[in-house]
């Protein structure tokens, strides 16, 4: 996969964590999850935070511990997006 294919991916995997769902279904937080890590080994630091995330929301602890930790997913999503439109153009 080349990097701007790379790039489409990550954004149609955004269009999916953007949705409630995530919040509320174990299920639908693993898809995503199973969506995004494959598209993050490029990187090791984005990789290793979002899995690490992944980790912590999947436990589903507490309803605050799991929302900070899907947003630090989203964001790392979000952060190797900007990195591959600033490589691609």
């Given at each position: 996969?080349?990097?701007?294919?790379?790039?489409?991916?990550?954004?149609?995997?955004?269009l999916?964590?953007?949705?409630?769902?995530i919040?509320?279904?174990?299920?639908?937080?693993?898809?995503?999850?199973?969506?995004?890590a494959?598209?993050?080994?490029?990187?090791?630091?984005?990789?290793?935070?979002?899995?690490?995330?992944?980790?912590?929301?999947?436990?589903?602890?507490?309803?605050?511990?799991?929302?900070?930790?899907?947003?630090?997913?989203?964001?790392?999503?979000?952060?190797?997006?900007?990195?591959?439109?600033?490589?691609?153009?």
């Amino acid at each position: 996969m080349n990097k701007r294919e790379l790039l489409e991916a990550l954004k149609k995997a955004q269009l999916v964590g953007s949705k409630d769902e995530i919040f509320k279904e174990h299920g639908h937080l693993a898809h995503w999850v199973s969506q995004v890590a494959p598209l993050l080994t490029d990187s090791d630091e984005h990789y290793t935070t979002f899995m690490n995330a992944a980790g912590k929301a999947m436990a589903r602890v507490s309803t605050d511990v799991t929302t900070e930790n899907i947003n630090i997913m989203k964001s790392t999503v979000d952060s190797a997006i900007t990195e591959l439109e600033s490589e691609v153009k």
